[in-house]
């Protein structure tokens, strides 16, 4: 059987890591993203096929996915990585957008990608669903009430999913990374990250790769018997 992914937020830290580990095993990637540009230069920079989609969008994602599935074929492996944050104290938190684009970007896009990419993979009877949840959707963060709810609420979603699953061959988890090195992290002030990062038990920050070694894993054939689970890749950060 041909396995063949889905990468949410493909063109970028942690997304293309997980891009170039599931290419490396022999599956067939396709990336979407949502700013044009780098889209095309990935897909210039790869060779793989590249597509624009805001994957907040319940209709475009309905028919982006479909018009991918048409020319492409089946895809059996959906791993929703796209996300953003927009940090900041709940009291200070004036725009109704800070709290409802987090929710969009990073949990109701899970929503919007299964309900259409599951049903085939439920009918064909295999696929693979991992979901890129934060060590910060676990423990709870400073500042990031909005980012650590969307987070926590994917893991309650990917179980669900999971049960609804589980008998027809579709495995549904969550990766949890820790501090990994990314454009969204280097966005932190230095002095933060410095703090986070003294506290990883490891003495490091992770790489892109860590957690992209973690969803190949999951992905493959070997893993069909793990299922609704939430797998940290944090450096023994929280655990
Ligand atoms: P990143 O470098 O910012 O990459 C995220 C990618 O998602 C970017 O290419 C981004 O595009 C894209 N994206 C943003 N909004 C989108 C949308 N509406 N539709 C489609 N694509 C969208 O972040 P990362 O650090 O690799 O993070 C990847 C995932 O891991 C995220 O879900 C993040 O929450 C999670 N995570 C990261 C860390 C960490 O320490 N880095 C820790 C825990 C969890 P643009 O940036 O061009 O807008």
Redesign the pocket.
């Known amino acids: 059987m041909k396995r063949r992914a889905l990468v ?2 493909g ?5 293309a890591a997980i891009a170039e580990a599931l290419a490396h095993d022999g599956v067939e990637v396709i990336v ?4 044009p540009e ?1 889209v095309e230069q990935y897909a210039k920079d790869t060779g793989r096929p590249a597509y624009v ?4 969008d319940f209709d475009k994602v309905e028919s982006t996915l479909a018009d991918i599935e048409a020319k492409h074929g089946h895809i059996n492996i959906l791993i929703n ?5 927009r940090d900041g104290l709940v009291h200070k938190m004036c725009r109704r957008t800070q709290w409802n684009s987090v929710i969009e ?2 949990l109701s ?1 899970v929503f919007n990608t299964v309900r259409v990419l599951g049903a085939g993979m439920r009918e064909r009877g295999w696929g693979r669903i991992v979901n ?5 959707g676990q423990k709870g963060q400073f500042g990031q009430a909005n980012y650590a709810a969307a ?1 926590a609420g994917m893991i309650g979603l990917t179980k669900s999913i999971a049960l609804e699953m589980a008998s027809k061959g579709v495995t549904a988890n969550c990766v949890a ?4 090195l ?4 280097k966005a932190m002030r230095p002095d933060i990250l410095e703090q986070e990062a003294a506290k990883i038990p490891v003495g490091r920050m ?1 790489a ?1 790769e860590d957690i992209a070694a973690t969803v190949a894993f999951l992905s493959s054939k070997a893993a069909g018997f793990i299922t609704g689970q939430v797998i940290a890749v944090n450096g023994g950060q929280y655990m």
């Open positions: 949410t937020g063109t970028a830290g942690i997304g979407v993203d949502v700013v780098k989609l805001d994957v907040s990585n796209a996300g953003i944050t970007v990073n896009s890129i949840s934060s060590m910060n987070k990374p820790g501090f990994i990314t454009e969204m992290t992770g892109p």
